[in-house]
């Protein structure tokens, strides 16, 4: 651990300077935002004991005996009001680190995951680590012609906890046919730790990470105990489109309607389970109307706290990712898809007409129980 030259540098990084008269107290240790929240306090205090609103107060106090005392504070700050504005100053910038969020893409196979995930990368989110490797999927790169954009780490930690549990091919929705071993479970959770860990690294103030999870909706146990991927730190990205181009565009393992239908639904359950906000996409808008859906994502998602995203950084979208034998524009299935197909289609086509990009899980909620 280093201790900032400047005690301006903002938190968490700034770790103040010990002395024998002031114990020392990183200011990150003194917001833990999961803790606050586990027992009733607020971003902006609280009297409730044990809660934010204590800790804060209490590296205040320190603060401002450290200034009494002299030293590096006192030479910075000649005038105690100068000193108070700065200790504010530094409450908020850790209160806004604090309550920023990551994304996660989540979708149905050839819907548009990692083009968006591209997107939200090339917006300003980190999406690879030191050690990760991309998915190597080479017989199929034409479907993706730049790249899946999904971390080799995760796709196989997500296919292992499915497999070992008997979960395979197009029974995805069954129930498990055998139970997980205590063992497997922390070894593959390790592993989970290793991939979000390398990602949050790279991830500087202002900043935010991006990841594409197929199957979170089935393997989230492998991952939520994570903080990093906590409803109160990450968002659902989920990008819709056609189960009719999803069908046309796709290799025959998944040309089936109904998995398009019990993979989103799915996702709407585990976002109103636990807690998780979702952002919708059109797939089609994103390559016939691209600025402006980007637009309409960059926005949902800074409203709900992701950092650092600039819409005009995007460049990577174009109608040559659109890979479907057939492009006609359906606001309503054909009367030979099953009802519960079509009447999920007209929903998120609804949603998205009425400009609601933003589900909260009492919206996804909603949309489960009219299903």
């Not at 197909?341 to 007209?346: A, P």
Request: glycine fraction near 6%; hydrophobic fraction near 40%; aromatic fraction near 8%.
């Amino acid at each position: 651990r280093w201790v900032a030259a400047d005690p301006t540098d903002p938190p968490p990084y700034f770790l103040p300077s010990p002395t024998p008269s002031v114990p020392f107290i990183p200011f990150h240790a003194l917001l833990p935002l999961a803790t606050m929240e586990q027992k009733g306090g607020s971003c902006d205090g609280g009297a409730a004991e044990g809660t934010n609103h204590e800790r804060i107060e209490k590296w205040k106090a320190a603060k401002i005996k450290a200034w009494q005392a002299g030293g590096k504070l006192k030479l910075k700050f000649p005038l105690r009001e100068d000193l108070e504005r700065w200790i504010e100053g530094q409450v908020k910038k850790a209160i806004h680190i604090q309550k920023a969020r990551n994304v996660m893409v989540l979708g149905v196979p050839r819907s548009g995951t990692s083009m968006l995930t591209h997107a939200i990368a090339q917006a300003g989110a980190i999406w690879k680590g030191e050690s990760t490797q991309l998915l190597k999927m080479e017989k199929k790169k034409d479907k993706n012609p730049r790249g899946f954009f999904e971390l080799q780490h995760v796709f196989k930690l997500n296919w292992r906890w499915l497999h070992l549990q008997g979960i395979r091919g197009l029974n995805y929705f069954a129930n498990p046919r055998f139970e997980l071993a205590d063992a497997d479970k922390r070894e593959m959770r390790k592993e989970a730790k290793i991939v979000l860990d390398d990602l949050q690294k790279f991830v500087k103030p202002g900043k935010c990470w991006v990841i594409k999870m197929l199957r979170y909706e089935l393997t989230h146990e492998l991952w939520d105990a994570e903080p990093a991927i906590k409803p109160n730190k990450c968002v659902i990205l989920l990008p819709f489109r056609s189960p009719v181009e999803v069908k046309d565009s796709t290799w025959d393992y998944w040309k089936d309607h109904m998995f398009w239908k019990h993979c989103i639904l799915k996702i709407f359950e585990i976002a109103a389970k636990l807690g998780y906000s979702v952002v919708i996409a059109s797939h089609r808008h994103l390559l016939v109307q691209t600025k402006e859906e980007l637009n309409r994502v960059v926005k949902a998602l800074t409203s709900l706290g992701v950092p650092g995203l600039d819409a005009a950084k995007i460049n990577c979208i174009e109608k040559r990712l659109w890979r479907c034998r057939s492009k006609q524009i359906l606001e309503e299935l054909p009367i030979d898809f099953p009802k519960g197909v079509r009447v999920l289609w007209k929903k998120l086509v609804a949603l998205h007409k009425e400009g609601k990009h933003l589900l909260l899980p009492s919206d996804c909620q909603a949309l489960l129980v009219t299903n």
